[in-house]
């Protein structure tokens, strides 16, 4: 199985501030590496697939990158409805892995 | 608009199994894959199996192997998991989630199906 490391586990930032979280895969996965937000009692949401591409209505403020193993999710300025636990997913083979989350606080 | 909704909580004893439903609606049932991830208590997201649009194919993650079977009805555009051999560990919340490929990102969930496991 492949394994999906996210970093850091959790972050507290303020609003306003850019965050970078990082997800390393174990193996080399190409650009087959999604971000999904979930908070609290609700189910998760996509915002980033294929690395990099936004998915339709995310607002422009969240990006990814990367490649291969090493892959980014960046929150250009963060606002208030961003504090949230955010997941990386891998979807280049089964079984479809995720990393463990990294929670984003409020400062 | 898309939605997928799944049917209620459910309580369950150690040993007996638990039946999902989660029914689609505002997209080409027939042309979307499902999968199914569940969340225990306080936890990260778990991937168990995907179901492909005629259901002829699955897959699971092999600790679920042996004890999830997922199908689907095309008449009431609804797929279902059934996890069975139940204990404490599965105590969790179950969410349904569409793909438009095998290796698709998850873009539409259910709400989720919170299944509790008592002893």
């Known amino acids: 199985d492949i394994q999906m490391t996210q970093s850091p586990s959790s972050l507290s930032a303020s609003v306003g501030d850019r965050v970078t979280i990082t997800c390393r895969a174990s193996q080399s996965i190409s650009n087959s590496l999604n971000w999904y937000q979930q908070k609290p009692e609700k189910a998760p949401v996509l915002l980033i697939y294929a690395a990099s591409t936004l998915q339709s209505g995310v607002p422009s403020r969240f990006s990814g990158s990367g490649s291969g193993t090493d892959f980014t999710l960046t929150i250009s300025s963060l606002q208030p409805e961003d504090f949230a636990t955010y997941y990386c997913?891998?979807?280049?083979?089964?079984?479809?892995?995720f990393g463990q989350g990294t929670k984003l606080e409020i400062k | 608009q898309v939605q997928l909704v799944q049917s209620g909580a459910e309580v369950k004893k150690s040993g007996a199994s638990v039946k999902v439903s989660c029914k689609a609606s505002?997209?080409?049932?027939?042309?979307?894959?499902m999968h199914w991830v569940r969340q225990a208590p306080g936890q990260g997201l778990e991937w168990m199996g995907i179901i492909s649009p005629n259901g002829l194919s699955t897959s699971f993650a092999q600790k679920f192997q042996g004890r999830v079977t997922v199908t689907r009805d095309t008449s009431t555009s609804a797929v279902y998991m059934e996890l069975s051999s139940l204990r404490s560990e599965d105590t969790a919340v179950y969410y349904c989630a569409n793909s438009g490929g095998w290796y698709g990102p998850f873009d539409y969930w259910g709400q989720g199906t919170l299944v509790t496991v008592s002893s």
């Open positions: 505002g997209y080409t049932f027939t042309s979307n894959y």
């Open positions: 997913q891998q979807s280049s083979s089964t079984p479809y892995t």
